[in-house]
C-alpha cells in the first residue's frame, strides 16, 4: 500500500519555543493531507485539511495562528506548532490522500511532541 | 461529529474469529465504509473499506447489510498481535473523522 512518512518520530522542546513536523507522502502524490491530535486514552481528532497550493481549512476551535500549516509541494505538508505549551504535549497524526474518492487515506506513524 | 457507533470493547479468544460490529445508520449513498486499527502510539493501519458488496483481502473481511445502515469487520482467525483499537468510518471525501473505536483485546 501507499506509504505516508512523518518526521520526527518523537521531539521533547522548551515552552515557547516552536516546532516543525513533517508529512511526505513516498510514492503517490497527495492533493491534500490531514493532520491529527491524539490525547491519551482519546480517540484522533481531525485538526486541519491541507491542500496543496492553497491555505489549509481549520476544524472549529483550533487556532490557525498557532497550528502553521504549509503544503507547498504534492508530497509534503509541515505542521508548526508555534509557541508550544506544556499543554500542546499530545501525538500528532498526519493523513495523505490522492485525491481518488474511494482510496481512502493512509497514515503516518505519528509524532509525540512533549513540551516541557 | 462521527456517524458510527461501535462498542467500546470486546474481548476474543487466541485463534478464534473477532467479529466487529459497527452502525451507521445515517450512511450517505455515496461513502464508503472504512476500517482502520491502531496498535498503541503508533498511526492507523488501513485494514479494508468497501460501498456496497462484501469485501475480503489477506488481513479481514468485511461484510456490510444490504440497507448499508450496519457492518462487521471479521478478523478471521485473531492472534494476540490483533490486539488493538478498531475504528469504523463512513467517509466520502477522505477527511476520514474517527469515533472512540472498539478496542479488542485478544486473549490466549
Known amino acids: 500500500g501507499a506509504v505516508v512518512s512523518q518526521h520526527p518520530s518523537w521531539v521533547i522542546c522548551k515552552s515557547g519555543t516552536s516546532v516543525k513536523i513533517e508529512c511526505r507522502s513516498l510514492?503517490?502524490?497527495?492533493?491534500?493531507m490531514f493532520w491529527y491530535r491524539q490525547f491519551p486514552k482519546q480517540s484522533l481528532m481531525l485538526m486541519a485539511t491541507s491542500n496543496e497550493g492553497s491555505k489549509a481549512t481549520y476544524e472549529q476551535g483550533v487556532e490557525k495562528d498557532k497550528f502553521l500549516i504549509n503544503h507547498a509541494s504534492l508530497t509534503l505538508s509541515t505542521l508548526t506548532v508555534t509557541s508550544a505549551h506544556p499543554e500542546d504535549s499530545s501525538f500528532y497524526i498526519c493523513s495523505a490522500n490522492s485525491g481518488r474518492v474511494g482510496r481512502g487515506a493512509f497514515f503516518g506513524q505519528g509524532t509525540r511532541l512533549t513540551v516541557v | 461529529d462521527a456517524k458510527t457507533t461501535q462498542p467500546t470493547s470486546m474481548d476474543c479468544a487466541e485463534g478464534r474469529a473477532a467479529n466487529l460490529p459497527c452502525n451507521h445508520s445515517t450512511i450517505s449513498g455515496n461513502e464508503y465504509v472504512y476500517w482502520y486499527r491502531q496498535i498503541h502510539s503508533q498511526g492507523p493501519q488501513y485494514i479494508i473499506h468497501g460501498l456496497k458488496n462484501n469485501e475480503t483481502n489477506e488481513m479481514a473481511s468485511l461484510i456490510i447489510t444490504e440497507d448499508r445502515k450496519s457492518s462487521t469487520l471479521i478478523l478471521p482467525h485473531a492472534t494476540l498481535r490483533d490486539t488493538a483499537v478498531y475504528y469504523c468510518i463512513v467517509d466520502g471525501n477522505n477527511d476520514m473523522r474517527f469515533g472512540a473505536g472498539t478496542r479488542l483485546t485478544v486473549k490466549p
Open positions: 510514492d503517490f502524490q497527495a492533493t491534500t
